[in-house]
């Protein structure tokens, strides 16, 4: 297995740090342009995995498409594809389709779709049968994944008679579901949101050229290793704070361990402040689930006593990120225990073992680049399958380097 020694990040040197174009953004940008009946330019599309991947499918004619290992990309291929009068068998990889699917494809089918299944029922490798959709009021699961809901909503307003949605509990991840609405109405389709439901009538996407942000969720390891080293400092080019991506809360998180961001024109400068860390931190990342391992290991780093809460979908994710989380961590002397829905951390990384542990990375991008940030301990570290990264963010470890 191919791993990587990642030097002790020292931040000796100021530099320029590239984020990749927001995967999240571009997903749903390239479901919309293709239910628009006029195409248009999406600048900055995310060059990630997952995006590639979409952006193939959707332009491929076949009737047997592989989905690869992303769980939005199948998601809201799948919807996508319900919406074309086309018979196409769907899949992914071995971990993909052990995913949840259940609540988008009972909705699919209440709305009018057909599926003939491989295997196991409700699981990858499906086929979807055409069918002409017809919109209603739909129950949505809403605590499992918030892609299903997104995946919905994309495609009501070309669903006649549109549709609304139930949710039968607060959502999870209610972020993305609101990334979702911003990046429809900017394109002219209109959603409500009342109380326990979402309200998407039938009406049509309106094309305009649309330039994809910096990924937010992939700053969170930048700011991250600026708060275990005090003395590093870089700067986020091209990055804003845009009200797009809910992660964007980082910045008001990452003041409890020092760091801070000052606008520069286009760019952040990311500091540490040298304050004293808080003894205890208690989050609840139900919204922001993406941010539960950068923060997990911060804390271990620093050795602050740290209770994450809302965590229920990451054992759903690339992996079992709980179980994850608490392997590794505990490699390096750190205590973690775990619920369906929590993750408490306790103690410090002990900086000795870093030399002789060899970190895994499970097949799962934000794992391995959260790992990486233990190097802002001044020590170097070994991580196996680096170029899972690709997943997210293909020129992280590239980046990374400049630290050294």
């Known amino acids: 297995m191919k791993s990587i020694v990642i030097p002790a990040l020292t931040g000796n040197s100021v530099p320029d740090i590239f984020l990749p174009s927001s995967k999240s953004v571009s997903n749903r940008v390239l479901v919309i342009r ?9 600048n900055h599309l995310s060059t990630a995995d997952d995006t590639s991947v979409l952006a193939s499918i959707i332009n491929d004619s076949s009737d047997d498409v592989f989905c690869g290992a992303g769980g939005t990309t199948l998601r809201f291929f799948l919807a996508l594809s319900a919406t074309k009068n086309k018979s196409v068998k769907i899949s992914g ?13 009972d909705a699919l089918t209440d709305l009018g779709v057909q599926f003939e299944y491989y295997g ?4 990858p490798p499906l086929k979807i049968v055409p069918a002409k959709l017809v919109g209603r009021e739909l129950m949505i699961k809403a605590d499992v994944s918030s892609q299903f809901i997104s995946a919905l909503m994309l495609i009501a307003p070309t669903i006649e008679n549109g549709v609304v949605l139930h949710l039968d509990k607060p959502p999870v991840s209610f972020s993305y579901i609101q990334m979702t609405a911003a990046l429809m109405e900017h394109f002219n389709v209109k959603v409500i949101f009342s109380e326990d439901k979402i309200i998407v009538p039938s009406q049509k996407y309106i094309a305009k050229p649309f330039t994809v942000p910096a990924d937010w969720s992939n700053a969170a390891y930048w ?6 080293n005090p003395s590093v400092e870089i700067i986020l080019k091209n990055t804003s704070a845009d009200n797009l991506q809910g992660d964007v809360i980082l910045l008001d998180w990452m003041k409890l361990f020092g760091v801070n961001a000052e606008v520069i024109g286009n760019d952040l400068r990311v500091y540490n402040e040298h304050i004293d860390y808080p003894s205890f931190l208690h989050l609840n990342l139900m919204n922001h689930p993406d941010l539960a391992q950068p923060l997990a290991v ?11 809460e809302g965590l229920s979908t990451l054992k759903l994710k690339e992996t079992d990120r709980l179980t994850a989380v608490k392997t590794e961590l505990e490699k390096a002397g750190v205590s973690v225990d775990i619920t369906d829905d929590s993750m408490h951390v306790t103690g410090k990384i002990n900086r000795d073992f870093l030399s002789s542990v060899v970190f895994e990375t499970y097949d799962d991008h934000r794992m391995a680049m959260s790992l990486a940030m233990l190097a802002a301990l001044n020590k170097s570290i070994t991580i196996n399958d680096p170029d899972v990264v ?15």
């Open 120 to 123: 196991k029922p409700y699981f």
């Open 93 to 105: 990889t071995d971990r993909l389709n052990k995913r949840p699917l259940k609540p988008l494809l």
């Open 390 to 404: 690709n997943k997210s963010y293909p020129g992280f470890f590239d980046e990374l380097m400049k630290l050294k």
């Open 34 to 42: 293709a239910l628009c009946d006029d195409d248009f330019q999406i």
């Open 298 to 308: 911060v804390s271990a780093a620093l050795g602050i006593d740290c209770m994450l």
């Open 223 to 228: 700011f991250g290793v600026v708060a275990i």
